[in-house]
């Protein structure tokens, strides 16, 4: 069930209509949510339902183990279980055929040729996130920053359908005390909430759609029939559509949890006007970078406590192991290679820079940032590896003749570019002005918005690209 | 690693949290189901092609014809007394700019 679609419009009509119709009960509200999770989730396969289920005892049982245990040895053993079940449930679902084809590659390389019995595993939307929510929320308890859940608050925790295929990655710190609490709505919540919804729908359904088909899969998909001009348009078309995609299923997410009286944290602020790879890591995906960073690189890693050299090869170390969570191919771990290495030089220029060496004007430092990331977008995008270097290197060619852009594509690119340079607190803005409309006025452009929108769409509604991770 | 805006392990900061007063106005619930379902009712009077468009993608069932039927009914309806005017002419333009070209770029499904 897509959130762009009508099947998703009349879902969450029901489930809007029927969860406020018994705020009475916090408990039967959480139950009710809990089911329409499970059909949202159940609209994929029904049968990941139970693995959803089956994940969310896991973690539950092991926390409420871990928080009983006075014992440090035991505490760690049991997170070092619960972790590694974690792992293991994402290790098989997502890399076991890679890893596999890899050993098959290192046997034949050795003279030791085999076939390989690959499974073909079928990847479950979402287990990414909840695999990873899982794990936060173990640590968290096995660390006493927040005290264990009860099995409903942990399995909506990890079921509730807004941030269940995509994110934003939800913490229990965060979460679990809202779900204890009866939620209640006031009206700027709200207003935000209509304006994240229209605006993600926007980026969604007119600008990532359009780019996507009209012009980054085709030349993605054959670098060598095209030129290098429209290499380079294409490059940049799809870092406008990975962010207009992605923020918008994040923006989408806040938006309807928001309209069911939670609050998801930000998980995307302008990341293209970042000066640096650092900014934009605080700026792009932030619920993950941030889970990455206190999860991995500081309590996994130690952080920089061991100097600044073995800091910045934990970056490295973090980015890497971040790349390979997108997806078992190589391509991702070349994308957060590209990104660690390029943070490990800037910690290590910011930490060992002469005095008298000259910074960067802010403007240039936002091109060059912008155009490594592009860099990495590429390899991000592309199939393979020898995709990417084929890409790369029609790039070089020289042949400026225009093939594939046309004005549309070319105004869509320049308003997802510009979009990061508006004022940072405009949506802040209008939604303190519309929460003073009265309701019939609102409903009326907030139904108009969605209808300019669906007159725009590209015809049917691509998955989001966030949805394969 | 980039560190971001909130602090490590705490709490963050959402964006559906305004600045100033929560108290505008009175009974929000209300407010925010008025507002939904005018959205929706709107919608349903304007956008009669995509109630069908969806319609039409259901899986093919006894119940599913019907409901076809009854959007096919409901389009024609919308149609006549002119509802549906305003979607089809935002698509027609929005045609128009898919179909603009600078000149040399080939057209589509080349």
């Not at chain 1, 009508?6 to 009960?25: D, H, M, Q």
């Not at chain 1, 290679?337 to 008298?356: D, F, S, Y």
């Not at chain 1, 009326?444 to 929108?453: D, N, R, S, T, Y």
Request: some cysteine.
């Amino acid at each position: 069930m897509l959130f762009p679609t009508l099947t998703f419009g009349l879902f969450f009509l029901a489930v809007f209509t029927v969860t406020w119709a018994v705020r009475g009960s916090n408990e039967w509200r959480k139950i009710l949510l809990l089911l329409a999770s499970w059909i949202f989730y159940g609209a994929w396969d029904w049968r990941f339902v139970a693995l959803l289920i089956a994940s969310a005892f896991l973690n539950w049982s092991t926390a409420a183990l871990i928080a009983r245990s006075d014992r440090p040895a035991a505490r760690k053993a049991l997170l070092a279980f619960g972790v590694g079940a974690n792992l293991a449930i994402l290790g098989f679902f997502k890399y076991f055929d890679f890893f596999l084809e890899q050993a098959g590659i290192l046997l034949t390389q050795l003279g030791f040729a085999r076939d390989m019995p690959l499974m073909q595993v079928i990847l479950p939307v979402g287990v990414s996130f909840f695999t990873f929510q899982g794990m936060s929320y173990l640590i968290d308890v096995a660390k006493k920053r927040v005290p264990p859940a009860t099995l409903l608050d942990m399995t909506l925790l990890m079921s509730f359908f807004p941030h269940l295929v995509a994110g934003p990655i939800v913490r229990a710190s965060d979460l679990v005390p809202q779900f204890q609490a009866t939620p209640k709505l006031e009206r700027g919540m709200v207003a935000m909430a209509l304006l994240l919804i229209v605006w993600g729908l926007f980026k969604k359904a007119v600008v990532a759609s359009e780019l996507s088909v009209g012009l980054v899969d085709p030349v993605f998909f054959d670098p060598g029939a095209h030129s290098s001009l429209d290499l380079v348009i294409a490059a940049y078309g799809y870092a406008v559509q990975i962010y207009c995609d992605f923020s918008a299923y994040s923006d989408m997410a806040i938006g309807l949890a928001a309209l069911l009286g939670y609050r998801f944290p930000r998980n995307f602020n302008q990341p293209y006007r970042a000066h640096s790879l650092q900014d934009f890591w605080r700026r792009w995906h932030i619920s993950l970078s941030s889970w990455l960073r206190d999860y991995l690189y500081i309590d996994g890693l130690g952080g920089s406590r061991r100097g600044t050299f073995r800091g910045a090869l934990n970056v490295l170390i973090t980015m890497l192991l971040g790349g390979l969570w997108h997806g078992a191919k190589w391509t991702f771990v070349i994308w957060g290679a590209l990104h660690g290495l390029v943070q490990m030089i800037e910690t290590l220029w910011r930490k060992g820079k002469p005095g008298w060496a000259p910074s960067l004007p802010k403007p240039l430092a936002v091109l060059l940032t912008f155009h490594v990331v592009t860099l990495g977008w590429i390899f991000f995008r592309a199939e393979t590896f020898d995709g990417a270097v084929a890409f790369i290197g029609g790039i070089g060619r020289g042949d400026w003749a225009n093939t594939m852009t046309t004005p549309l594509y070319a105004g869509l690119i320049l308003l997802g570019l510009g979009m990061h340079f508006t004022p940072p607190n405009m949506m802040e803005g209008i939604a303190l002005q519309i929460r003073r409309l009265p309701w019939p006025l609102l409903g009326f452009g907030v139904g108009l918005a969605i209808l300019l929108i669906d007159a725009m769409r590209y015809e049917g509604v691509a998955p989001f690209i966030y949805y394969q991770f | 690693m980039g560190k971001p805006h909130s602090q490590p392990h705490g709490h963050q900061d959402s964006p559906v949290d305004l600045p100033g007063s929560q108290f505008i106005g009175g009974r929000p619930l209300l407010w925010t189901t008025g507002t939904i379902f005018t959205a929706a009712l709107f919608l349903l009077l304007t956008n009669a092609k995509t109630i069908h468009d969806w319609a039409v993608e259901l899986e093919p069932s006894p119940t599913t014809i019907r409901i076809v039927e009854a959007s096919e009914r409901w389009q024609a309806m919308t149609d006549h007394l002119g509802l549906g005017a305003m979607r089809a002419h935002v698509h027609a333009l929005w045609k128009q700019a898919q179909a603009t070209r600078f000149g040399t770029e080939k057209a589509e499904g080349e």
